[in-house]
């Protein structure tokens, strides 16, 4: 059963940090792009970062320069280090797999159960 599981959100202050991890497990995800996407309440899921097998990346441009995305591949595992957080970054946070980096959320077959970010002011 193939399985990716986000962790390490929580509730952090406005200028704070977080990082989320996505382990995955049920199979290696060689050559497959993983991203980030986020749903806040009230609010359709939007992409955030995604990154290639190779470490090639792409962000949304509400968080470049404070949002990281990296893997670790012999870990199977995706990361997002997110700094300088604003209110408007509380959402629920998804990792997802797709064969092509891609900011479209259709052509991610795989997800994770997502994990909750809150920012206060």
């Not at 049920?26 to 899921?45: D, I, L, V």
């Not at 998804?94 to 077959?109: D, F, K, M, N, P």
Request: net charge positive; glycine share 10%.
């Amino acid at each position: 059963q193939v399985q990716l599981v986000e962790s390490g959100g929580g509730l952090v202050q406005a200028g704070g940090s977080l990082r989320l991890s996505c382990a995955a497990s049920g199979r290696t995800f060689s050559n497959y792009a993983k991203a980030w996407f986020r749903q806040a309440p009230g609010k359709e899921r939007e992409f955030v970062a995604a990154i290639t097998w190779g470490h090639s990346t792409n962000y949304a441009d509400s968080v470049k320069g404070r949002f990281t995305i990296s893997r670790d591949n012999g870990q199977n595992t995706v990361y997002l280090q997110m700094g300088s957080l604003k209110p408007n970054d509380t959402a629920v946070y998804y990792c997802a797999a797709a064969r092509v980096i891609t900011s479209q959320q259709q052509e991610y077959a795989y997800w994770g159960q997502g994990t909750q970010v809150t920012v206060s002011s």
